[in-house]
């Protein structure tokens, strides 16, 4: 079915591992956001990107790297991956004009050990 | 301080209440505002807008207060198919794009 998927939708890793999370989606939005969810935080933008090969950090950006060389695919890598970057991923998108609403995907749960 | 705040909760309320959450932000350029809803370990999902003159859907209605930087959420004739935990949501029209979420409040109806 169209939409917004990521993947894996669970991750277990060990400390100083690279980790790459995917995130595509079908519908040609131009917006795409990575947020990561943790308790007493709520979401937290890390990378977001207005359309390919433009990307722009958020609020949470170290450890991480994104790309956008495509429209529909945006992933997100943790280089060295640390405890604390264990989380809830949720990648979204949205379109370029018409609304505000936020299409999220349904999550990567990633554990870091 | 937080740019969105909200009471985590829980919001404990019988079938058939009313309860309302607020919700404050501190940017007062902030344009847009919404509420979403979260189900246990899934994804926001929009449930309404909120706009200047207060606006309702159903059973929900959500109002601005931009004077005192706040907004509300209020559910009347509680389902139990309410519980969840509710997202207040602000945005800057700076091209950026991007949602700034609060915390979120949990409610729980029970029967």
């Known amino acids: 079915d169209a939409g917004i998927t990521q993947s894996p939708r669970y991750k277990i890793t060990e400390t100083g591992r690279q980790v790459t999370l995917m995130c595509h989606q079908t519908w040609s939005h131009s917006y795409m956001f990575w947020y990561r969810q943790d308790l007493g935080h709520g979401l937290r933008l890390i990378y977001y990107s207005a359309a390919a090969d433009i990307t722009d950090k958020g609020e949470v950006p170290d450890g991480y790297v994104v790309s956008r060389s495509k429209t529909e695919n945006f992933p997100l890598t943790l280089e060295s991956a640390t405890r604390s970057q264990t989380s809830v991923y949720f990648c979204a998108s949205r379109p370029g004009q018409g609304g505000e609403k936020l299409f999220f995907g349904s999550g990567t749960q990633l554990s870091v050990l | 301080r937080k740019e969105v705040e909200q009471d985590p909760g829980p919001f404990n309320v019988p079938e058939g209440a009313t309860v309302a959450f607020n919700c404050t932000y501190s940017n007062s350029a902030s344009q847009s505002f919404f509420w979403y809803r979260q189900d246990c370990r899934k994804e926001p999902k929009l449930l309404m807008s909120v706009y200047s003159s207060g606006n309702e859907d159903g059973r929900f209605t959500a109002q601005l207060n931009r004077a005192s930087q706040y907004i509300s959420l209020l559910i009347r004739d509680s389902k139990l198919s309410d519980s969840a935990t509710y997202l207040c949501?602000?945005?800057?029209?700076?091209?950026?794009?991007?949602?700034?979420f609060g915390s979120g409040t949990r409610l729980q109806v029970q029967p």
């Open positions: 949501v602000v945005t800057l029209d700076t091209g950026r794009r991007a949602l700034t």
